[in-house]
């Protein structure tokens, strides 16, 4: 792996909560800075990124161009957002299973639940553990 893809990543933190609500007074001083690496990844060397597309996940704050962070060493549970690969073709779902059946569910209802079947080649590639969005992509999406 190249050296500079392991670089750090430090920005400021501000130490507690700000509200989306009404405003609230606030500190007028950054805490600290953190690594982002420490915050987002547990694990570096099976950490990518990937670029979503299409609406599917827009109910799960997945929109177009969102950056998803996948790291492949976490077993997938029941519930999780995936990096799928269905019949060679990657998609991004929640994994819904049971002891007898297993579906790739979008987060939009314009979009079926897909039943997998044994007929079907699908392997969990890695599971979401972040989504990072540019707000300004977003504002389409709420036009």
């Known amino acids: 792996m190249e050296e500079e893809a392991l670089k750090k990543i430090f920005i400021m933190s501000y130490e507690g909560a700000i509200p989306a609500g009404f405003p609230s007074p606030a500190q007028d001083y950054l805490e600290k800075r953190i690594d982002l690496n420490e915050v987002f990844i547990t694990n570096e060397l099976s950490s990518f990124l990937f670029e979503s597309e299409g609406n599917s996940m827009i109910n799960a704050f997945i929109p177009p161009r969102a950056k998803l962070l996948v790291d492949r060493s976490i077993t997938p549970l029941n519930g999780d957002i995936v990096l799928a690969i269905l ?57």
Do not use: H, Y
Request: charge should be positive; glycine fraction near 6%; hydrophobic fraction near 40%.
């Open 87 to 143: 019949d060679g073709e990657f998609t991004i779902k929640f994994l819904k299973k049971n002891e007898f059946k297993c579906w790739l569910c979008a987060a939009n209802p314009k979009f079926p639940d897909i039943q997998i079947t044994e007929e079907m080649n699908m392997k969990v590639w890695g599971v979401v553990t972040g989504i990072f969005i540019k707000p300004r992509d977003v504002k389409s999406c709420m036009l």
